[in-house]
T-cell receptor
Framework: RKEVEQDPGPFNVPEGATVAFNCTYSNSASQSFFWYRQDCRKEPKLLMSVYSSGNEDGRFTAQLNRASQYISLLIRDSKLSDSATYLC????????????FGTGTRLQVTL | DAGVIQSPRHEVTEMGQEVTLRCKPISGHNSLFWYRQTMMRGLELLIYFNNNVPIDDSGMPEDRFSAKMPNASFSTLKIQPSEPRDSAVYFC?????????FGPGTRLTVT
């Protein structure tokens, strides 16, 4: 079983739609969690950290469910510019430690 | 502020040649990470340093790969001799605490 699992997609949604991605992790000792965004032929960029209480940044909401070991990302009012691959990332031993990346979920927002 | 700087951005070399990739982390960050990304294997951590000291090199594929961090503002990843299967995008990332910031990557092609 992979340490971090994501549905690869692609998720094809129209502009303005709401879309949600889930990610599961296998190590219950994992302590910190992130969503990164990666555009084609670019580097991964930190989108948001995921806190136990959940957090929101504009149109983006991240949730953590430790009991079920999953993380979610909700994008409201999708924009064409949201088209990218979204990587779920887990850190077992923060602060300075190896991150474990999921293989990513591809999102394509269309007109 | 400048982000993580990597050079070269693109490298094309022949099998058997030595390749050196360079990275300048964000000033003040104390951890540095080298990753490799391919379509087949996704994003893989090769090695990471904390305060210039290698902490975990378990991801380094084999003895042909070596990495150094002589000071807080510079690191190299060397492949000698290079092979076609080393073709990939190599990312450097740095962090101060938990959140890692990636450089633009070096796209390596070994023919």
């Amino acid at each position: 079983r992979k340490e971090v699992e994501q549905d690869p997609g692609p998720f094809n949604v129209p502009e303005g739609a709401t879309v949600a991605f889930n990610c599961t992790y296998s190590n219950s000792a994992s302590q910190s969690f992130f969503w990164y965004r990666q555009d084609c032929r670019k580097e991964p960029k930190l989108l948001m950290s995921v806190y136990s209480s959940g957090n929101e940044d504009g149109r983006f909401t991240a949730q953590l469910n430790r009991a079920s070991q999953y993380i979610s990302l909700l994008i409201r009012d999708s924009k064409l510019s949201d088209s990218a691959t979204y990587l779920c990332v887990v850190n077992k031993n923060p602060p300075a430690s190896k991150l474990t990346f999921g293989t990513g979920t591809r999102l394509q927002v269309t007109l | 502020d400048a982000g993580v700087i990597q050079s070269p951005r693109h490298e094309v070399t022949e099998m058997g040649q030595e390749v050196t990739l360079r990275c300048k982390p964000i000033s003040g960050h104390n951890s540095l990470f080298w990753y490799r990304q391919t379509m087949m294997r996704g994003l893989e951590l090769l090695i990471y340093f904390n305060n210039n000291v290698p902490i975990d090199d378990s991801g380094m594929p084999e003895d042909r790969f070596s990495a150094k961090m002589p000071n807080a503002s510079f690191s190299t990843l060397k492949i000698q001799p290079s092979e076609p299967r080393d073709s990939a995008v190599y990312f450097c990332a740095s962090s101060f605490e938990d959140e890692q910031y990636f450089g633009p990557g070096t796209r390596l092609t070994v023919t």
